[in-house]
């Protein structure tokens, strides 16, 4: 993720900062829109658990500063949006979202960290969503851009720093050149009160964004540069992130542009604490242009073809070009054998799930944030940058239907939403857990800079709730 700097917006994100009650935090229905253009329908439609929907045959044509400050995102008629926080109840540029995904109240909470002008964690009781509903749950001051925020096996949450080089190093862990990851604990018997903050280095020291647990504990993420590498963390003692192996991906039998049979390279556990970037250069992983976020089906989403398969969105467009979604099939049967029978978690198969030319054209830009929900459907954020009035295309969010039979490139790619801001960039898609909406974050918006969190769900849904 990155983000455009405004100075109006760094004044506004410090008075965020100390001003969490100072407006309601009540739930804002869905309003009459700005006067849109007119779409024509495209074809496809999803449905079975996920969304009903036709796709929007363009993005929103902006016409005003700030967009939409009600309804920030034009979707399909089938679908309506409720706008559940906005600043200044949380500081400026919100980003990853995610809910406590077991223990107590599961599913009651919604988590989200911020990138802007004051780096924290913020919590919203999705059962109050009034005046005290949202309320700072982590803060430290020398945390910068933290970005990825996601729920461990265990009951914990993890954020991390989004920095290449550290403007402000942990004083304990001085010699870490790029951002770290932290375990943040909350309280046994309420998982909105944190208890204490834990550093975790063993993860590595790099810019982090996506990240995400398989079934088996491991944790998969990515470092936000060019070239950037896949990393896989296996912990020595399961549920237990103050030790363990770092590994980065490397491709080792091509099929194309980086993809094809893949290993998982062991790097050195005392380089990757300084720098897990340079560390996977000098293995010599595979890199890619800018990796943003992964997913995979261990939360609130599922992909039928093979649930053990990691999304990964990579950004850059030139030098070289990534503009797509890659798929990675971490148990690849093709993989080597233990000599027990079972095949080795070191091999993966990497593939090109959405990709201009393949299945979608050149109106997808630039992906972000991914999200499964239960039926497999990935949606997808765009950040090509830029702001109005010079641009006047909002960014979008996609959604790739899954293909038929293994290691195939999805179906097809429509656009869901579009943002009526053309200052603003979704962040943070998270399908909600136990229910049938998407959370998504509007990030450095225009107009009056007041950033959103915006849960998109059929009418009927939110009748119920």
Partial sequence: MHITHHATRLGLGVVAGICFTACSDEAVSTAPMLEAPSFASASHEFGDKGFSFTGLSSSFACTVSGGDPVNPVFLPSSLSQTIIVSEPQVTDAIDMNTQNENGPDRGRYLYRASEGSISEVSVTDLKNLGPNGTKRFAFRADWESLDPVVWTPWGTLLTAEE????????????????????????????????????????????????????????????????????????????????????????????????????????????????????????????????????????????FPNDPNTLFVAVTGQSGPADNRILAIDLGDRRGKNDGHGKKSNSTAFVYDYVKIGVNTTSEFEMPDNVALDPSGNLYITEDPGGSFPTKRKGDDIWVARPGNGQHSAAASVERLGSLTDCDAEPTGLYWELKGNRLFVNVQHRGGDRLDKAVAIGSPDEKEHR
């Fill in 163 to 302: 920095a290449n080089v550290a403007v402000k190093p942990d004083p304990d862990f001085p010699t870490a050149k790029g951002g770290l990851v932290y375990e943040l604990i909350p309280s046994k018997g309420d998982p909105s009160v944190l208890e204490r903050i834990v550093a975790r280095p063993a993860i590595g020291a790099k810019s982090h964004e996506g990240m995400r647990f398989d079934k088996e504990g491991n944790l998969y993420s990515i470092s936000e540069r060019n070239p950037g590498y896949i990393y896989k963390f296996t912990p020595d003692k399961k549920g237990d992130l103050s030790s363990g192996q770092l590994y980065a991906l490397k491709i080792t039998s091509p099929t194309g542009d980086r993809t094809g049979e893949a290993e998982w390279i062991p790097l050195d556990r005392d380089a990757v604490r300084i720098d897990a970037s340079a560390a996977g250069d000098a293995v010599g992983a595979t890199g890619y242009n800018r990796p943003e976020d992964v997913e995979i089906a261990t939360s609130s989403g599922n």
